[in-house]
């Protein structure tokens, strides 16, 4: 008798099981065609392309040291971790396998979490497909937020853990509540958000329950302190959220740009996330047919138990809203953590499960019918042919339910056509080649990559940070410095051989020529091309090669794949860190950090009060479509690039020759301006200079190259709104503050209001007599201009951007005889930049480029001073004396944090070993 019943109870789970393997495997098919023409066995990147592969991953968590961030100056802690661990164990496959499984695990976890709602087998697997294909996910995917993915993949296991606790009276829930949550919030304040409306709703629940609140409590004390590292990093940084506000500001703006309340419960409203609007989800108007997903999750509002998720979906699609239209701003003034809040896409996790929970009871109660019994199997029942005799019309209206259904979810996966989404938006730059990180890690010494684009940057900036590149400037010389990177890089491309000596005594050892570079930089001569502000190495690969093998300064080493390595003749290593100026005070008067102009804006119509007027726009169908709009501010111009060529506002102005002028420009979006200067009218032949900067690192001042000036301001395959344009004459060309007033002060630069006196050589830029008298400098340096009478000549060389011009080049007396003067040649005489009175220090000095604290020691006869306020600065001291002893903090939050989960897991091994004592004694009395 017993065997019959125990028959009769197993056919429906084998009906069940079934059903959920064909449903699974249903998913699996259209989750593998999405992924059609994706890369397997090669790195791939995320964010701004960390790789973190191997050891260097785990290594960027146990052995780097910063005083933010716990010792790793990465945001997310625990990725680098999981990361080097995973691909040490498994390599570039297992890091393959590890990012296109999140989907899959994020669709598995929401099937057991809601079988709490969902009765209906096939229904909950098309709420659980919604969760895992949809805008959001995809966006994700295609942007490489690995901690966000890790989070969404976790969220429906926590809450299901976080239930379990309220329906049971032992503690094993708490603990895999908090285990869930400190493995999987690599981002805590993401996962804190995600959370936070489901945990404080079951709170609620359990108020009358003192003992359910304690365990939900201490759920969530055990997830922060599983999770320690990443959370101790996040309580640093929300103490420091009131600083750059105008930042986070900005950020919060353009985040929120597409927040309407279709777009959010489309969970398409995320402007941060570049790639809704690059594959349509915000942009084709085809997508609006998502929201029959949220139309049919307000099918199930009569029931009671759901009210609870309308209510957090209506919450959090309020608050996205009321943020773009600023009705919010007061929450972020009075709580600076809501900061973290910036990029709504916190809220759309919450907000994911809810439309998905309710679409699946939605759809639950559509196809159930007049009789409220759902066709197709479910957890009661495993009649399947119940859907086929309750009568012609219900199978006919719940086929057409299915068809909508099916159509809508087809729209939000449509635009990932193939790899979801990468090789539409990311083409080849998603991954890097293993050849790649293996050569980097081969090569001992610094890099020249040729061609050398920004793709390849972002490359080289973890698998070979001492690479030769933009950065260099600012490495070598202790400031920006992209026109010395720009000069190498032309002269490079010119002739290697004019080069070479200078790249052997830069420590420069190989230089790699890669065939086929991400992004399309290979086509055309061997050049320099200005992007963003920074120069680019472009041409062809063979052209590099050609010229390579012709040098006699360069020895052809080996091919590895796509890349030959040639070896620099003569290269001497180079410490980069180690700078051999000396240190110094800088004392300056307060002066404003703008420079003021003189005479109307040479723009006309700049702020669009009178529309397009006095500008040149395309006014085609097929391009980028340009109209006025109403801002709160006044007028502005919209340029927006769906298809077609890309083209350009433009407008001329007629200028100076040899002038300096203020160049204003407020605009959002991305896009650059050119400046197009002629000697006469407008015409190639006529044209002198041709300027590129990025809008958002346009310079605040520029100096005429000619007597007219075309102005184009054009976007970058998105969208771009302008709001003011201005060309004045000004008076002073370049910034006067302590930037500008230490650029050309040799060594570490140390701010003297800040910092005790008695460190270094006290330097005074500018000073007047009474206030050189205060300071008493030891070295004292004076700009011509701000002294000497005569004619301003301006140039970007010069220490300040202008000097004075003696016509008979005769220094004149004012400039004390003891000085030593800065000068250079001009077809009309000479220029005197600036003079110095005193001596430098010429002590090396070694500079650690971590945050400053005073547990770093060297040897006991060197002096330890605070370089840039981030960066210990040495004298007499090399780098392998330097030494760290503090650490306390780190050490205590690591132990805290490995303790913790020793014992958590020692603790639900304990459980889980008493579970099976207690059920094996259960059987063993039931076949008694």
Known sequence: MTRRVDNLLERPRVGQRLAHVLCFLGFLTVYAYLLRGITIGQLYTFGDFPPFYGMGGIEKFTTVWVDQGLGFSYIYHVLPLYLGAVTLVGGVLAQNLLFLSFLPMGYLAFVLFGRRFIESIPVRHLAAFVYAINPLTIGEFVNGGMAALIGYAALPLLLH?????????????????????????????????????????????????????????????LGVVLSLPSVHHMLQRALGFDGGQSVLSSTLTWNYAEATVFTVARLAGNHGVMAMNKLGYNTDPAMLIGLVIPGIALLAIRQRRFHVYYGIAGAIIAFIVLTKHGYTTVLFELFPPVWSLRNPVKLQYPLLVCLSILFGAGLETVLAGPNGSVVWWDSQSSQSSHALTDGGTTVQSNV???????????????????????????????????????????????????PYGYTTQLRLRHTAPDHLGIKSGGVLHGIQNTEYVSSLFHDFAEDPETVHEQLASQGVNYVVVESDPPGDITHGPPRVVERWGAPWLWGSPESYNTALNESSGYDYAFTAGEYTVYRVEGATDHERFEQSNGIHQVYYPERPDYTDTDGPNLVANGEFDDGLEGWWA??????????????????????????????????????????????????????????????????????????????????????????????????????????????????????????????????????????????????????????????????SIRDAETVLDGELVYDDSYRQGAGVLLPDDEVPESVPAEARVVTFDHPNGTVLDYWVVGEFDDRPVTVLYTSYDERWEGPTDSTHFEAYGWANGYIDATPSEIRWTGGTVRRWVVNVWAGSWALTLGALGIINVRKRRQQSQSDEQSRL
Request: charged residues 20%; proline residues 5%; hydrophobic residues 40%.
């Open 618 to 779: 395309w006014d085609g169908s097929n391009g980028t479509q340009t109209t006025v709009v109403d801002t709160a501010d006044g007028h502005a111009v919209e340029m927006v690039t769906e298809s077609g060529d890309i083209y350009p506002i433009a407008q001329e102005a007629v200028v100076s020759p040899g002038q300096p002028y203020q160049l204003t420009l407020d605009a959002e979006g991305s896009g650059n301006v050119y400046l197009y200067w002629y000697n006469g009218t407008r015409s190639p032949e006529n044209l002198v200079e041709r300027e590129s900067y990025a809008l958002n690192a346009s310079p605040q001042t520029v100096v005429s190259q000619g007597s007219t000036l075309s102005i184009r301001i054009r976007p970058n395959e998105s969208r771009v709104q302008i709001e003011r344009v201005s060309l004045q004459e000004t008076t002073y060309p370049r910034r006067t503050g302590f930037t500008a007033n230490t650029d050309e002060v040799p060594g570490v630069v140390i701010d003297g209001r800040e910092t005790n006196e008695t460190v270094g050589v006290a330097v005074g830029v500018n000073l007047n007599q009474t206030e050189a008298e205060l300071v008493d400098p030891a070295v």
């Open 400 to 450: 057409l339910v299915v068809a909508v259904v099916v159509l809508a979810l087809l729209s939000y996966a449509a635009p990932a056509s193939g790899a979801l989404g990468l090789e539409e938006v990311r083409g080849d730059g998603y991954y890097v080649p293993q050849e790649h990180a293996e050569l980097t890690d081969e090569l001992d010494g610094t890099i020249l990559w040729a």
């Open 161 to 221: 853990y976080l239930y379990a606790i309220v329906d049971t009276d032992g503690w094993e829930e708490t603990l895999k509540t908090g285990a869930v949550f400190g493995a999987t919030t690599v981002s805590p304040w993401l996962g804190f958000w995600m959370v936070a409306p489901f945990a404080g709703y079951l709170v609620y629940r359990a108020r009358d329950a003192p003992r359910t609140i304690l365990k939900l409590c201490a759920s969530g004390v």
